[in-house]
């Protein structure tokens, strides 16, 4: 069985983001620093899931990685050449968590573009403005849930694939600068998560185009 | 009769906001550079709707610029001290229309704020992430319609208030700086109405957040 889709990281993002690509049909691999919790994940999710160290290359052609933005910037760095020719979803968030009110990276520039910038893999951003609830649920308050996709065209066209394969709808908003506005947005999505005056709001909600 | 809300224009957005502000039950005056067509919006609309020329000082406590950005600047510093003590709702995007690709402020920066920096008045943000279509039905696809909005706590409270008499939901999402994130997404969602990949989208979608 050759994997399609390997994802990085044993967290409520990985549980969820594993959860739609099975939905999908595809091929799991789910690899992290702690061996057992991949184990444990993929027992968890079955259908055949595989599992191991983030040690390991990844066997799948797209590679998700379900970790925290630093984290994400330190697996590219360690993988080095064994990304070759993947394509990476970068699905993080470089908020300041103390406060929810900015981001961690430069004025002009994305998480995706620094994690770009350490890896010849195609980055693509997605499923950064989605929580894991609504996503393992796999709907938005009743509707398709909305994927928003930036990157090379190529790959951003597999990762829709993928979303539209999973239930999913994918909204392909362009290159990879344009995390920059996803990211972005997703500081006042988090924000509003927090913020007591907005008491049904608790990382329940999605980001929708409704039309 | 007193005036509660001043609209500067006479676009789609100018009479789509026109109708939520008389849905609220406010005492409305449209104010234009070309006073007729403010005379004849005012005529269109009725319920006591007063018009007048966009020199003359504006009457409502809230101002509404339903102007392009470039324009928005020129009308307050036209104005003045005479937008001394009013709130000032900022709904433009500053986006190059050329290209649908790219902001035309400055990375770090947003047109609310540059606006804020000439003027006197409370700038806030708001109504940005709408299209005229959705806010002059009063739904977003049959919900109610979400308005994001940005601004120092006082004016912001003010302006959700009138959000909330109009038959819509205020999403306050923090300081005026904050008009950034708004500005940027907003951009993705004129990209995709162009694209035509995405052929339901013409710029009859509203940004909502579904929970």
Known sequence: MSIDITIIGTGNMARALSTRALAAGKNLQVLARNTEAAESLAAELGQGTASGNATEAPAGNI???ALPFDASKEYVQAQGAALDAKILIDISNPVDFATFDSLTTAHGSSAAEEIAALTSASVVKAFNTNFAGPLAAGNAGGATQDIFIAGDDASRTAVAEFVTAAGMRPLEV???????ELEGFQLLMMAMQVNPALADFNWNTSLQVAG
């Not at 362009?174 to 920059?180: K, M």
């Open 63 to 65: 590679v998700i990685l």
């Open 174 to 180: 362009g290159g990879i600068h344009h995390a920059r």
